[in-house]
């Protein structure tokens, strides 16, 4: 797993990330829970998409495959109105306690049992389409390699952040009947709705 991991890879990423933002990012590293495994790094976009908001990319899912997957790996992606570059982060520190035990797939509800950042009493995320527009293909992280270009697809995972009881919701009445419910997907001071 680790050995997918290069200098030039997490380059390439960081490329496409700040083609897509126009921002250049602050990058932190979140201790993995299997070091062997490969780091786990949250990219963190400043007034992104637009000033008042933050938002983060994961690095480090990708680099562990998932039967689910396919050829492509995943990565996540939150973007939240608010000043606290914390919640950037907290997609990585998902990440870092759950790659390679879970399928992080679109429509999952995952959650903790603390609060993700201080001040906010939400501890679950729910994963769907990305906030921002990425495009409709994954990102190629690939090289060349032999004068052959190697693929290395990439497809980008929205993460937004809910409280236990629309967890509970959702584990209860399905994603559809959260998703449908009315609230700001971009508000992490917010009340719950369930």
Known sequence: MAGRDTLDRFGRYCELLDSLTGV?????????????????????YI??????????FTYGLSLYG???WGPTGRELCITVRSGDVEWSQVPARVVAALRGICPFAPGQV???KEPYVGGSSMNSIVLAKPALELGSRPLDLGSVEGGAKV???VEIVGAYPIHSSEREFAYSHGFDALWSLE????DPARGPVA
């Not at 993995?32 to 949250?42: H, I, K, Y």
């Not at 007034?47 to 983060?56: I, N, Q």
């Not at 609230?183 to 971009?186: A, L, N, P, V």
């Open 151 to 153: 693929l290395d697809l």
């Open 183 to 186: 609230w700001d997907r971009f």
């Open 47 to 56: 007034g992104t998409p637009e000033p008042g908001y933050v938002t983060g």
């Open 66 to 68: 998932h039967s689910d």
């Open 24 to 44: 250049k990012p602050v990058i932190s590293d979140v201790e993995p829970r299997v070091v062997e495994d490969g780091p786990v790094r949250a990219i963190s």
């Open 110 to 112: 995952l959650g903790y």
